[in-house]
């Protein structure tokens, strides 16, 4: 069953450091997960893939996505959308901010298995 209707705030979110440059707030629904991400430049993204499919918006800054097999550069404004499964990585060239939109929901940030992140 889902929550009742619920207004929430980014700042009311904790936010998480998920390694050196990277830090991840996010919020989930049943079939939903939504998060901001605060990028610095240097910072990598391990390849990885996952059950969900992504969709990514870059709101400032700049990013290189190693992704089928191609070099994929996003700027503010651009927004990219990951099938399920399609192993990717990601390389900040430029301090980032990031919404990036789930589904299905993101399981192994919630049962925090996802270890590839860390490597």
């Known amino acids: 069953m889902s ?4 207004v929430r705030h980014w700042t009311d979110i904790a936010s998480e450091t998920v390694t050196q440059g990277i830090e991840r707030k996010y919020l989930t629904g049943d079939r939903i997960t939504v ?3 605060e990028l610095k430049s240097g910072s990598i993204v391990p390849r990885h893939s996952h ?16 992704i089928d097999g191609r070099e994929i550069v996003l700027r503010a404004g ?8 399609m192993e990717h990585q990601v390389e ?14 993101r399981q192994d940030w919630i049962d925090r298995t996802d270890a590839y992140f860390r490597r």
Not at 3 to 6: L, N, R, S, T, Y
Not at 97 to 104: E, N
């Open 3 to 6: 929550e009742p209707v619920a």
């Open 35 to 37: 998060a901001h991400f």
């Open 51 to 66: 059950k969900s499919e992504q969709i990514t918006q870059v709101l400032k800054g700049a990013l290189k996505f190693a």
């Open 78 to 85: 651009d927004v990219l959308q990951i099938p399920s499964w």
């Open 92 to 105: 900040v060239l430029e301090d980032a901010f990031v919404i990036d939109v789930f589904s299905p929901i």
